[in-house]
C-alpha cells in the first residue's frame, strides 16, 4: 500500500475518514482522467465511458453501432423545458393575499 499511494500527503493521515478520502483520490488520479462526456449507452448504465468511439464498453457488448453522444442542444432544450413547465406549476398554486402592499418600483 505504500508504495503504490505514496503521493497520500502526510497531512492527510490525521484521521482515518481523511485518509480513506486520500486514498481515493489517489486512485482516481492515478485510474487517469474521465471522458468529457459519456456515450448514450454507457450514461444509461451509469458505466464509465473513454473517449474513443465507439467506447470499449460498447465494443465488448457488441453494440458499436449504438455508440452515439447525446445531443447537448437536446438536453438543454428538454431542461429549459421542464424548467418553465416546473415555475408554471408553482406559479399555479400562488394565490393573491387580501390586503397585500405593492412594494414593487413605479416607474
Known amino acids: 500500500i505504500v508504495q503504490t499511494y505514496s503521493t497520500v500527503p ?7 475518514k481523511s485518509f480513506i478520502k486520500a486514498i481515493r483520490t489517489a486512485k482516481r488520479v492515478a485510474s487517469g482522467k474521465r471522458a468529457a462526456a459519456a456515450c448514450i449507452a454507457c450514461k444509461k448504465s451509469r458505466a464509465r465511458c473513454d473517449d474513443t468511439r465507439p467506447c470499449k464498453r460498447c465494443r465488448s457488448l457488441g453494440i458499436c453501432n449504438g455508440c452515439a453522444m447525446p445531443d447537448l442542444a437536446d438536453d438543454l432544450s428538454s431542461e429549459a423545458l421542464m424548467s418553465s413547465v416546473h415555475v408554471r406549476s408553482i406559479d399555479s398554486y400562488a394565490q393573491p393575499v387580501k390586503g397585500a402592499v405593492d412594494h414593487t418600483a413605479q416607474p
Open 10 to 16: 502526510m497531512m492527510a493521515l490525521k484521521d482515518r
